[in-house]
Structures are given as structure tokens and as C-alpha cells.
């Protein structure tokens, strides 16, 4: 299988704590994407980074990526109850734009 | 922005049945739309690639004959589920690639729950 490995598989957190999720992967890849689930819901698309970069930020999220560990984290910051979800990395599954997904951290942020 | 919808929410069938889940793309067109396959606290696993106007390109170890995928245009696509088992109970997302004007970025609807009793 090539999908990627993520930990921790579940983390809870108080409210205002940081949450951090890692992902590894197995193959070369030019991008890196990281997805929001809410429980029984569609993915909402939170962050791109592109192999030639290796850090990006978007409002409290802290994305990072490491082409030679093939790995990239997930930083939230700040959290808030509102952000409790699953999150999933995921990156392109052979050309074009199919995605192969990680197995995903569910993430609890008590209030 | 682009929104993909998704047709039922969710939907219970008898054993032996098929069931028709549609994907469509509101506010922009989309040549290939993709259909992702979700078991409760696992990772979306990709099923099929639709593209409009021709055959769906089936990822290993899906049965094509089983899940029939039709993109009839390119803001519809339709993933049929046949005779279907319990076993086939699961949560069906779909996805599609907004045009330049959308950032070539790829939305997900928000899913089918599919339940065979």
C-alpha cells in the first residue's frame, strides 16, 4: 500500500494547547496537501506545500515538509473546541490529480 | 467558491438492490471527478477516476462491474452501486478539480453514507 502513515493516530488536547500531527510518506512527491474531516462530513482542503518548499502558514495552521524524511507536520496552534476533527495528509497518487490519503490523527479539543 | 454536491446525504437499500449516488460540481466544470471509499475511523481509499465521455479508470481490486461510474457531463457524475451487499455499507466522497478560475483547486463533496440491510 502507499498510503502514508500518520501519528498520532488520536490526540486530545485542552483548548488553547498546540496540536501536532505528523505525516510520512512513501514515494517522491511534488506537493503535499492536508485535509480537515469533520465527524460523518465531506474534507474541507486546508494547506499545499510544494516540495521545493519547506515551511507555510495559513492563519493558525503551521505546515512543515522534509523531502529527505518524507515526512511534513501539522501544526495547529491555539486550539479551540471548534477544531476538534480528523485531519489527513495527503499527497498525488501517480499523475493527475488522484490523492493518496493518510490514515489520519482525530484530533479532540476539550473545552 | 467551487462546491461539489452530493446526492443522497445518505441512503439504507435492501440486500440485492443498486443505489445511484450523484456528484455534481455547482459552479464550475469538471472533466474528471474522482470517487473516494471511507469505512468509520479509516482513511479514504480512491475507487475510480470518472472522466466525461469515456470510461472510469478503476484503481486495483475495485470491481467495475460492481461500482458503475457515468459522467454523462461535465458537472455530473454518478457512482451506482450494484446488488448491493452490507458489506458495500460505507461513506462514498467524491471529488473534482475546479478550473483556473477556481485556483485548479480539488473540492470533496460532502458525502454519501450508504447503509445495505
Known amino acids: 500500500s502507499q498510503q502514508g502513515e500518520e501519528d498520532p493516530q488520536a490526540l486530545s488536547i485542552q483548548e488553547g494547547e498546540n496540536a501536532t500531527m505528523n505525516c510520512s510518506y512513501k514515494t517522491s512527491i511534488n506537493n503535499l496537501q492536508w485535509y480537515r474531516q469533520n465527524s460523518g462530513r465531506g474534507l474541507v482542503h486546508l494547506i499545499l506545500i510544494r516540495s521545493n518548499e519547506r515551511e507555510k502558514h495559513s492563519g493558525r495552521l503551521r505546515v512543515t515538509l522534509d523531502t529527505s524524511k518524507k515526512s511534513s507536520s501539522l501544526l495547529i496552534t491555539a486550539s479551540r473546541a471548534a477544531d476538534t476533527a480528523s485531519y489527513f495528509c495527503?499527497?498525488?497518487?501517480?499523475?493527475?490529480?488522484?490523492?493518496?490519503f493518510g490514515t489520519g490523527t482525530r484530533l479532540a479539543v476539550r473545552p | 467558491g467551487a462546491v461539489v454536491s452530493q446526492h443522497p446525504s445518505w441512503v439504507i437499500c435492501k440486500s440485492g438492490t443498486s443505489v445511484k449516488i450523484e456528484c455534481r460540481s455547482l459552479?464550475?466544470?469538471?472533466?474528471?471527478m474522482f470517487w473516494y471509499r471511507q469505512f468509520p475511523k479509516q482513511s479514504l481509499m480512491l475507487m475510480a477516476t470518472?472522466?466525461?465521455?469515456?470510461?472510469?479508470?478503476?484503481e486495483q481490486g475495485v470491481e467495475k462491474d460492481k461500482f458503475l461510474i457515468n459522467h454523462a457531463s461535465l458537472t455530473l457524475s454518478t457512482l451506482t452501486v450494484t446488488s448491493a451487499h452490507p458489506e458495500d455499507s460505507s461513506f462514498y466522497i467524491c471529488?473534482?478539480?475546479?478550473?483556473?478560475?477556481?485556483?485548479?483547486?480539488?473540492?470533496f463533496g460532502e458525502g454519501s453514507w450508504l447503509t445495505v440491510v
Open positions: 459552479d464550475f466544470q469538471a472533466t474528471t
Open positions: 471529488s473534482a478539480k475546479g478550473g483556473t478560475y477556481s485556483g485548479n483547486t480539488i473540492y
Open positions: 470518472s472522466n466525461e465521455g469515456s470510461k472510469a479508470t478503476y
Open positions: 495527503a499527497t498525488p497518487k501517480g499523475s493527475g490529480d488522484k490523492l493518496t
